[in-house]
Every structure is written in C-alpha cells, then in structure tokens.
C-alpha cells in the first residue's frame, strides 16, 4: 500500500476535530476521506492510516464505522476498515491489519527488541532444570519430545537449540503485528505480543512476551480475565475465564478454561484443561483433566483423563521437586488417585487410589493399578475388555477438533499397534517367568513393588494372548485384501513379502507418533550430521506418521513364527485359514467381552437413583427413558454389527484361500 503525507486541508480537518500531533510530517495516510473518521487522536512518531469505508456491526445491531477515535498512537500503521477506538493510555509500535476492531483498551506495545515468545525455556518434567525445551511458533510434539526425553543424545539436543534459537532471533523485532480481522475489545495490557488474523481477544487482563499464531481458517479466542507471560498460542485455541499460563506452549485446538493454572508446561493438539493446576508437565495430544482439585506435576502424559482429585508427587523432601513420571498414552486417574514420582504406568491402565512405591509397569499395559491397604495390586491387561477403553479409542478421532490444514502434531489412534504389542510379547515372558519363579500356585506374585494376584495374572495371560492373536490377525488380513481367489501358496507368500526394511526392531510412542525407533534414531543422526533441521524433522515425522501401515508389517512379519508357530517365508493356505480361524475367535471372544461389560451400565445397581419416588417398575421405566435399553444402545449394536462384520470377513477370505 502507498501512503503519502498529509496536506495542509487534512492537517486542520484533524486538528478541527480534536487531533494533535508533535510532528505531522510523520503521519501519513493513503486515503484523503479517511480523515473525516478520526477524532481525538494523539499522533506520535511515524503513524500511517489506510482507508476507513467499512462499518462493523456488532451483537444487538450497533453499527460502528471504521476510523480511529479516542486513541493516542506512537510508531502505528492502522489497516484499511480497521476501527481503533478508545485507548485508555496509548498504542506503540505495532503494525494493525484490515477490518481489525480495537477498542477499550489500555495498552498495547512494543518495548525494544522481542521475540515474541519463541526462545523461551520451558522447564518440563524436572522443575529444577535439565529437560528444558525452547518453545517456538512451529514447536511439534515430536520436536519437544525428543528435546526432553533424548538428553543421553547430547549433540542432537545442541543442535535442535542452535536450530531454534536461530528461529527465535530472526523473529525478532522492535514492531509487533496484529493481523486482519482481529477483534481486541474490553482487554487491559498486551505487551509485546504478536497476534494473527482472526483472532478474538476480550477481557483480557495481560498478555505478555507471546504469539497467538491464529488465521482465519482455525482462529484463536483469548477472553475473560486471562493472564499469559511468555508463551505461544497455536491455531484453533481457546483461553478463557481466568486461566493463567507462564512459560508455556499450547499447541492447537486446545481448550483453557475455568481459571486453570499452568506454568512450565507443554500442550498439545486437543488438549482440555479446566479448574485445576499444571506445573512442569508434558501434555500430549488429548490430555484432559476438569477438575479443580487435581494437580498434574512433574509427569509426561497423551490421551489421558484425570479424575477429579488426581495428584502426584515430584519429590520426596530431600533434594527438591527432581523427580518426573510417564503415564503412557491412554491411561487415566481415578478420583483421589495419587502417584509417588518416579513411577511408570503402562499404555491405556487405570491408576486407583494411592501409590507410593515406584511402580514401573511398562511392560503390562491395558492394566488396573489399585490401592488396597497400602499396597499396589497390579491386574495385567484386564482394560483390554474394557467398554471404556474402546470408547476412548472410538472418540478420539472424532474430538480432532483441527481445522488448520497445517498440523503440526502427528497422532496415531491405533489401541494395538507394534507399540502395545511387543509390550504385551514381553508382558507374557514376564508373567511366565513370576509363575516359574514362584510357583503356579502361589497366591500373590511380586513385581516391581506392585502385587499380581493368581487369577490376575491367569487372566493377564489370556487377556495378552488374545489382543496378539488380534492385532496379527488384522495385519495379515489387511495384507491379503487383494490376493485372488485360489492363490497357490508361492502368490501367498509374495503378497506377504514386507515393502519396505523399516519397522523391524523396537518401536516407540513420540508424544502422538508410533514409530519404529530405528527411523526415529537415523533422523537424530541427520540432525546431528546438520542435514535435517527443523522442517526437514518434521517433514521426517510426517514421513513415518504416513508410512505408518508399511513399517507396522514389517514388524509384524518376523512375529507370526513365534507366536503361531507359522514362519511367513514358508506359510500355507491352510495356515493362513488357521491363523484367521483363531483371529476370528480372538475378536468375537473380545467383543464378547465388552458386551458383557457394557451390559452392567444397565443392571439394577446402575438404576440407584432412578424413580426417586416410586416403585421398582417405575425405576425401570424411569431409566429407560434416560438412558434406553441395553438392547438398542449405540455402543452394544454397535458391537453386535462388529461381530458380524469381522466373522463375515474372517469367513470370505477363508472362502478365497479355499478355491
């Protein structure tokens, strides 16, 4: 846009309308009608204004035109349509886009050189320090999962540093910048912030050192009586009522509310926080706690929900808050649950009531960890027949609330995955080990500081089994989709063939992403060597985010041997239908399960509280209403059509193997 300086009419049209400046020669404008919209204005240093035409119409009908009234100005360029109104102190330094509407404000300002939140040190995990992460506009959840979990990789952390702190200081400026149809109304103190397009920020209390990367695709809210120091706002982010954040990211569609607190802490894609507190965690994709009584500390968690009450511990009185845990993805907290750091809870478990032993149960997910009489009794991979478990994995697909077609985080959903399945390979040697060590008849079996009780382990045993049978059932069904009807059993064997090396060996969970660590360790090798930096990585991620299904069979391929006794190199048609018929009774066997499971939602305990007033019949009847019958609830037809499915698909190939 071209401005030019004002002329001597437009000069005393100003000054006529109570405007004042110290030197008029440094306001400019690029529209001569645009003065007849400012009124009472302070001009100070170099001010430029574009074209005021627009009106903006606001709830109730009020219509205000675009124009600049009741406001002082120092180093501003105010966008075409762009309405600035009633600045209680000044405005400095700051570039303002078209159709952004400003008014009630205290201050806004740029004072000195900022970077705007990129470069600050978050203080993860550790509060003392040692597992820092340099936030930035771009920050991933892989990128910040590798900077605080891979410290015993030294170089590759040196040079992710170096990488962002090079970010952070070409970001750096004396202006800041408040994109296009920006709403900023009713808010007290913003310093140094610079806000993207279509954001909308009411009755903020104060907003400083940060970015609030909105567009208009995913815009970011920031309202009522928010304060945030040094922090970065993804797209499609929600702060509100009172929440108060320090030195801290939140990464996209995020959702801040009812005077949460957080400080040194990490969110990612979907996180939901409300009511309680946060201090030094890392919260992956869809960590949710609402409670205002739960504390999370010191832990590293994704796809986690916190009951209310939920507390941890990050030290133990001697040398400070030092100590960290991981809940791994999908577990969750009960009410009044309580973790003594350091511990390691497996995938997808359920903690109830307090532990303070150290557990490490890595190797036993989809597992109960309960406090009874002061010790933790571990039950291996009962939440596999779980309806909550499967309901979670159902939902969180769904609740991706982005909108943003540049997604930072890559999230895999998979309950069974290379991941949770070798654990459960080691779960079994695990558990035959206890009963070989201490005898199948023992009651209780010991294992780092928890106790597994006989039938639990029993069942473990099984649990772990079938969810295996499961999980390479799928694989190899999946793979033979296309096979002809009457394959001999050389075309068998070439279908099955892996296209690609990569996957074999451990895998690993990256904050969302389910990697084989093999890709994962050559991609810090490029950083390292200073061939990959910060896009390059992420463009990696995504690689192996994509590839995901290619890299799972080739994991999968080396296990059929072991586990069903089958090699693939020299497999059958008969095996294979072998293979299908146990997958077939894994996963009806399972669905089974969470039928049953489900079918206590709607036993007589579960009407307590229905038909206050009357008689049995009337809390039946009173339920259904509520809640429908068990018959013809969503989740359980939904199971009863799973059956059909996968026994029908199970049979077809069958079918075609048999030709």
Request: charged letters at 20%; aromatic letters at 10%; one cysteine or more.
């Amino acid at each position: 846009m071209e401005y030019r300086p004002l002329n001597a009419g437009e000069i005393q049209c100003l000054q006529e309308r109570g405007c004042k400046s110290d030197d008029w020669e440094l306001v400019e404008t690029s529209d001569a009608s645009s003065v007849q919209y400012i009124r009472n204005v302070r001009f100070s240093g170099h001010v430029r204004f574009g074209s005021f035409q627009a009106e903006f119409t606001l709830p109730g009908g009020l219509k205000k035109h675009s124009g600049i009234r009741n406001a002082t100005l120092h180093n501003v360029t105010v966008g075409d349509n762009s309405l600035v109104e009633n600045i209680t102190d000044y405005i400095a330094n700051y570039d303002i886009g078209h159709d952004s509407y400003i008014e009630n404000v205290d201050i806004i300002l740029v004072d000195g050189p900022c970077r705007f939140g990129n470069g600050v040190e978050v203080s993860v995990l550790n509060e003392t320090g040692g597992r820092e992460v340099k936030i930035f506009d771009r920050l991933s959840a892989q990128t910040a999962y590798v900077l605080a979990m891979y410290r015993h990789c030294p170089e590759v952390i040196a040079r992710l540093n170096t990488l962002i702190e090079d970010y952070a200081q070409a970001q750096t400026s004396e202006r800041g910048t408040i994109g296009n149809h920006v709403s900023i109304r009713n808010t007290r103190f913003i310093g140094g912030v610079r806000i993207g397009d279509g954001a909308d920020i009411f009755g903020v209390s104060r907003l400083r050192n940060g970015s609030i990367n909105s567009n208009l695709t995913a815009p970011v809210t920031v309202g009522h009586g928010v304060i945030a120091d040094d922090f970065i706002v993804c797209s499609g982010s929600s702060i509100t009522d009172n929440t108060t954040i320090e030195r801290c990211f939140v990464g996209q569609s995020c959702r801040m509310g009812h005077a949460y607190s957080a400080s040194d802490s990490l969110f990612f894609s979907n996180c939901q926080e409300e009511n309680g507190e946060a201090c030094a965690i890392f919260a992956g994709p869809f960590t949710v706690t609402h409670h205002k009584s739960s504390l999370l500390i010191a832990g590293m968690f994704s796809f986690m929900n916190a009951g209310s009450g939920s507390n941890q511990s990050n030290h133990m009185y001697k040398l400070g808050p030092i100590h960290q845990g991981v809940l791994e993805r999908g577990s969750k907290t009960a009410s009044d649950s309580y973790v003594l750091w350091p511990s390691r809870i497996g995938a997808f478990s359920l903690v109830m009531g307090r532990h303070v032993t150290h557990s490490d149960t890595t190797n036993l997910p989809f597992s109960y960890l309960i406090e009874q009489q002061n010790t933790t009794y571990l039950v291996p991979g009962v939440n596999l027949r779980s309806v909550g478990t499967v309901r979670d994995a159902q939902k969180w697909p769904r609740r991706d609330a982005r909108k943003d077609p540049d997604r930072l985080d890559c999230i895999n959903y998979n309950l069974l995955s290379p991941y949770t399945i070798q654990k459960m390979l080691k779960g079994i040697k695990l558990l035959q080990n206890l009963q070989y060590s201490s005898g199948e008849l023992s009651d209780i079996y010991s294992y780092h500081s928890t106790k597994i009780r006989n039938s639990s382990l029993k069942n473990g045993l099984r649990y772990y089994r079938t969810a295996i049978t499961k999980f390479l059932g799928n694989s190899i069904i999946s793979r033979l989709k296309d096979m002809p009807a009457g394959a001999s059993d050389a075309q068998i064997r070439e279908i099955l063939k892996p296209s690609t090396p990569v996957g074999t060996g451990l895998w690993v969970d990256i904050s969302g992403l389910i990697a084989p660590k093999g890709a994962v360790d050559e991609l810090l090798d490029q950083i390292k060597d200073g061939k990959a930096g910060l896009a390059e990585a992420d463009a990696a991620f995504h690689r192996m985010h994509a590839n995901y299904y290619e890299y799972e069979w080739t994991w999968a391929y080396d296990k059929y041997g072991d586990f069903f006794g089958y090699p693939l190199e020299e497999i059958t048609a008969a095996q294979v239908k072998d293979i299908v018929e146990q997958w077939k009774n894994a996963v009806i066997g399972l669905d089974k399960d969470l039928y049953e499971d489900a079918r206590k939602e709607f036993n007589l305990a579960a009407m307590t509280g229905f038909g206050a007033d009357g008689t049995k019949e009337d809390k039946e009847h009173d339920f259904s209403e509520v809640r429908g019958d068990f018959e013809s609830n969503s989740f359980v037809t939904a199971v009863l059509e799973h059956i059909k499915v996968k026994e029908a698909l199970g049979n077809e190939l069958i079918a075609r193997l048999s030709c």
